[in-house]
């Protein structure tokens, strides 16, 4: 069927294709129109859905919710990020399997509310305190918000982690006629269950980088979770070798497993020598350049980023080899250029990184884009 | 794996576990005199003689030396952030009503980081007891004054003395409509198993502040022990004016139950907005509202 709908509503449909049924956020442009279907459609359904009285209680009872068994989603922009900044730390170290959209906008503190941003990049990236690796995938049209929310969930499941997706206005917001027919269902994954009976240790896992089976509150299992540096048993410790342990196994639960979250489309062209890598609602335009570069009769290739972090290093690496010129076209100033920069001084011979950045406001046009193909 | 979401009437088998089976096995590691052991053991016994099994006991805390309660106890526990204690309360509530949910934190928890939720978890009614260990003082870190701190507390972090007014956490709570209000001292263990007992027992948000003190940075025991006193036998707890009236007073402080009244709790709301949702769900006018917007 042909429908005339908006990556936000796309979001909402992935999301409970995904199994959801918790939501709570706090209503802030332009990130509201989640929240608008959350809470229409989660009350249909044995669902619960809650406008918190701000960000940090709505993500707050996201977690609750989340280790009482429910899969969890709340969506928020810049400034409700950053009040989330805290509790997502919390999801980090409990290992609470949680969705959160960021919906950009433009600039720090209030900044342009309705106003198209890809700003927060790196905010993701860094985005609380203690340097540990998060997971955030970028769909890049309508289609993909419904995969990749999917996709979120059971990374978020698998994985017992805080996964993000990074957004914008424009693709919130923009309403696109689509076929919601050839929408890609995807196989939907649980967290896995620890065993009925015998001693259930909740962070207890055979290697450093495998992920705990979980018992819920108020399952067969008495489980418990802190904030705090934790032992196996998840209760507050300052022993080193158990600090150690947790500490290493957060970073490494996520870095063994790069290869796993990796997603990334590369549209290579034998013999291109420009390479533009782009993500977002800016590799709309990225496509529609490479698209005309080549009925120009030029050579173009295309790596378009669906997960933003970890970095798909194998992808960028594979797709910049032999290319003289890379393009990275951002609404920002290079934030995820600086990262290509870093992979192509590893290779020989090593391409130039030459950026679009717009922060006005206004999208990269193809033209834009296009004329950087012209000069290689 | 996922439980599901529906709210039930809050029946469970009756546990039959002594005070010390509720015990974790980490044992609290607050100063020797602390008022929090008062309050823990407390929470034993009534828990013990309301026979509530572990496995439907959730406690949920913030950060603060009183925010260490949930490994002290053995039943479900989830410390988290500070100040954060009822939004992860709710959402555990509100995923499974069926839990008997307990919340626990400090002053400086509750009434300073904290405060902006206390109003709409009162608003909202959610079936769940907080229980505020109240020492005046922040104690995990070490003796700053906190929001109930008295005026001139003068510590290294009011060098000059405390100009502040304290906030009065029960006029608070009744002001904005929290349907149980109480008052307990850590010193007073008999009355103390009662009213948690009431504040549990009791359908909906029920706030309990319990004068806790901290024996290392601000040992208020004589103080207490001399200004606090049972609410007075003519007291009606249904009577809101009458419970304001024994709030406000700052000579005696008195201990029990201030108010008390019914209302639907958070979960009950959720059910008949479901019930609406399911009712209007699908008809023409439904989906044709979805394309004007
Ligand atoms: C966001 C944040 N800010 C500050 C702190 C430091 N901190 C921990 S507990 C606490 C206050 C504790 O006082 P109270 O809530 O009264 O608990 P008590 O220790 O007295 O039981 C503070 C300021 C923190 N953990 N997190
Ligand atoms: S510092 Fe005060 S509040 Fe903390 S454990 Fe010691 S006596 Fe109790
Ligand atoms: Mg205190």
Known sequence: MREFIDGAEAIARGAFAAGCNFFAGYPITPATPILLRMLRELPKTSGVGIQGEDEIASIGMCLGAAMTGAKAMTATSGPGLSLYSENIGLAITGEVPLVIVDVMRLGPATGGATTVSQGDVQFLRWVTSGGFPIIALCPSSIAECYSLTQHAFNLAERFRAPVFIATDKEMMSAQQSVNTDAFEKIEIINRVAAPAGGEFVPYQTKKLADIPAFAPIGGEQLTRLTGSMHDERGMLTKKTSAVNKTSRHLWQKIQAHRDELEFTKLDAQEGAATLVVSYGITARSATEAVRHTRAAGKLASSLIIQSLWPLPKRALRESMRGISRVIVPELNFGQYRQEVERIALSLDPRPEVIGVDRVDGELITPQEIEELFGRG | ?293
């Open chain 2, 1 to 293: 794996m996922i439980s599901t979401i529906d709210p039930r009437i809050m029946t469970f088998e009756q546990a039959n576990l002594a005070p010390n089976d509720y015990k974790s096995e980490v044992h609290p590691i607050w100063c020797p005199g602390c008022g929090d052991f008062g309050v823990l053991s407390s929470f034993y016994k009534a828990v013990s003689e309301m026979h509530i099994p572990t496995e439907r006991l959730v406690v949920a805390s913030g950060i603060g030396c009183s925010g260490r309660f949930p490994a002290f106890v053995h039943a479900y526990g989830f410390h988290g952030t500070h100040g954060r204690v009822l939004p992860l309360a709710t959402g555990i509530k509100m995923a499974n009503p069926e839990l008997v949910v307990v919340a626990a934190g400090g002053d400086g928890d509750a009434f300073s980081i904290g405060m902006g939720h206390l109003p709409h978890a009162i608003r909202r009614n959610v079936d769940i007891t907080y229980i505020v260990m109240d020492n005046e003082i922040y104690g995990l870190t070490k003796g700053q004054a906190s929001p109930t701190s008295p005026v001139g507390m003068e510590r290294k972090a009011s060098p000059y003395g405390t100009v502040e007014t304290p906030l009065n956490p029960l006029l608070l709570a009744l002001a904005r409509g929290a349907t149980w209000v109480g008052r307990g001292f850590s010193s007073k263990p008999k009355e103390l198993v009662e009213l948690i007992k009431q504040a549990m027992q009791h359908k909906g948000f029920s706030f309990l502040q319990v004068y806790s003190p901290c024996v290392t940075f601000y040992d208020t025991y004589d103080h207490f022990k001399q200004v606090t006193q049972p609410l007075p036998a003519d007291h009606n707890s249904r009577d809101k004016m009458s419970a304001m009236k024994y709030a406000m007073s700052d000579e005696t402080l008195y201990l029990g139950v201030y108010y008390q009244e019914e209302r639907p709790t958070f979960d009950e709301g959720y059910a008949a907005k479901r019930a609406k949702a399911h009712a209007e769900n699908y008809g023409v006018p439904q989906i044709l509202s979805r394309f004007t917007r």
